[in-house]
């Protein structure tokens, strides 16, 4: 059984920045991922990072703005947020996996409690 704890979110103006951290009670070979779900929509892959860091991926909507890390000494993965736009506004979950790599929401086994990210235009 692995814990989870999402935390980070707040509000911020577009053209902002946060940084998401997760902190897992012990994950060290898990892929890491990070996913969103706003209002009235379906939950949406963001980012995610296997245990070596060897193969980082990102969601199209959010390449080149956003970047999945993690610190396997502290047990905790980060996703750095920059250049936030309105349609970034959900609340951001982190999951664990056993798959090597993979963007579907069914194969995180273990889910944190969601933080949520507000960005005003």
């Known amino acids: 059984q692995v814990q989870l704890v999402d935390s980070g979110g707040g509000l911020v103006q577009a053209g902002g920045s946060l940084r998401l951290s997760c902190a897992a009670s012990?994950?060290?070979?898990?892929?890491m991922g990070w996913f969103r779900q706003a209002p009235g929509k379906e939950r949406e892959f963001v980012a995610a990072?296997?245990?070596?860091?060897?193969?980082?991926y990102a969601a199209d909507s959010v390449k080149d703005r956003f970047t999945i890390s993690r610190n396997n000494a502290k047990n905790t993965v980060y996703l750095q947020m920059n250049s936030l736009k309105p349609e970034d506004t959900a609340v951001y979950y982190c999951?664990?996996?056993?798959?090597?790599?993979?963007?579907?929401?069914?194969?995180?086994?273990?889910w944190g409690q969601g933080t949520q990210v507000t960005v005003s235009s």
């Open positions: 990072m296997t245990w070596s860091g060897g193969e980082i």
């Open positions: 999951a664990a996996s056993t798959w090597l790599a993979s963007v579907e929401a069914a194969n995180y086994k273990y």
């Open positions: 012990d994950y060290t070979t898990y892929t």
